[in-house]
């Protein structure tokens, strides 16, 4: 992909909530173990249960392995947009757009099973002659309901990334929000001491800046300059995995989603916070702990039956934590999960 100096110049880096949401629940959906994310795995799978038919519309949108429709990440539009204004992005789309990504999904979707029963053969001819894969069932219920009615199915679509995003990542997202931001303020000071090139080449294995073009070893679709809009955005994610993700859709500059920095470390125990006893001389004592019981997002009920503590009590508490911003309380079907926001983990860093 050629760059010109202009293109350098519009270079950002974003953090993108819609940019975790598609790769997340993949992680989910695989059954496979996973060396990083496996206690948020355990944590989080038995919830889905909770999201009822939202869980099967994102099941459809987002398969296994393959093509994911382009509207579910619109291009952002500054260096942190909220997840409400990316679903309003997303409301937004042209019915236009929408059919046609659902079309090349469905074709994707039939090509791989295509492969999957006769993997030495490619049938170009089929693939070339599927005017309307949606209308031959290449698509599943929810999503031929979407291809019908864009509108009506867009509002859906929102309302079950709210749900999904409530259930599975809100709670754990002052947490991923600190390594991705780390990840920037590391490339951005990069940029400022070696420059973009150093920036581009240091980003990925698969990624490589040489002769004012930007390569991708393993991309399976080639990615034209002249059909880009201009600049790059580079956005950092928990959960894209080892490789890259990509998406061209002009008139929107690339967008091309890495895997941050420190990942490894997101979900490890951490140590003892030193604060802790002069914070509980401010909190008290049993708002202080169960604040150290927050290194995951749990329950009144998980709470109480960690710290000793009476439900009541530790409801109580947990009211008194919120009300001073210091937890964020998350529903996930019958649960209330409790989380620590950012300003309590900067409360009870080890460093701190």
């Known amino acids: 992909m050629l760059f010109t100096a202009g293109d350098l110049a519009r270079m950002r880096f974003v953090v993108a909530p819609m940019w975790e949401v598609g790769p997340s629940l993949r992680l989910l959906r695989s059954g496979v173990p996973h060396a990083v994310h496996g206690p948020w795995v355990e944590q989080v799978r038995p919830r889905l249960a909770a999201l009822g038919p939202a869980y099967g519309l994102l099941a459809e949108l987002v398969p296994p392995t393959g093509y994911v429709p382009d509207f579910l990440n619109p291009a952002p ?20 757009q929408v059919r046609r990504d659902l079309d090349r999904l469905a074709v994707d979707q039939a090509d791989q099973a295509d492969r999957a029963h006769r ?3 490619t049938d170009r001819t089929n693939r070339a002659h599927r005017a309307h894969p949606a209308d031959q069932g290449g698509l599943g219920p929810r999503l031929r309901a979407l291809h019908a009615d864009p509108e009506a199915g867009l509002a859906r679509l929102a309302e079950a990334v709210e749900a999904y995003w409530e259930l599975a990542l809100a709670p754990y ?19 400022a001491e070696h420059g973009a090139e150093r920036v581009l080449n240091d980003l990925h294995a698969e990624l490589r800046w040489t002769d004012g073009a930007l ?20 956005i950092p994610s928990a959960f894209t995995g ?9 008139p929107a500059p690339p967008q091309l989603a890495y895997p941050a920095r420190g990942i490894g470390r997101l979900w490890t125990a951490e140590a ?12 008290g ?15 009144t009920t998980d709470l109480a039956h960690r710290t000793g503590l009476s439900p009541s009590a530790v409801s109580q508490y947990l009211t008194a934590l919120r009300d001073a911003r210091l ?9 209330v999960l409790y989380a620590r926001t950012a300003t309590a983990e900067a409360l009870l860093a080890p460093d701190g």
Request: glycine content about 6%.
């Open 77 to 96: 539009t500054g260096p942190a947009p909220t997840l409400a204004g990316e679903l309003a992005a997303i409301r937004a789309t042209p019915a236009a």
């Open 119 to 121: 993997p030495h053969r």
């Open 173 to 191: 997202w002052a947490r991923i929000r600190a390594v991705l931001d780390a990840d920037v303020l590391y490339r951005a000071r990069q940029a």
């Open 215 to 234: 390569r991708l070893s393993h991309r399976s679709r080639p990615m034209p300059r002249r059909t880009a809009g201009p600049g790059l955005l580079l």
């Open 242 to 250: 080892p490789g890259l993700f990509t998406l061209l859709a002009p």
């Open 272 to 283: 003892p916070a030193r604060g802790t006893a002069a914070l509980a001389a401010v909190l």
């Open 285 to 299: 004592r049993s708002r202080a702990l169960l604040l150290a019981e927050l290194t995951a997002p749990a329950s």
């Open 327 to 335: 937890v964020s309380a998350h529903r996930a079907g019958r649960w």
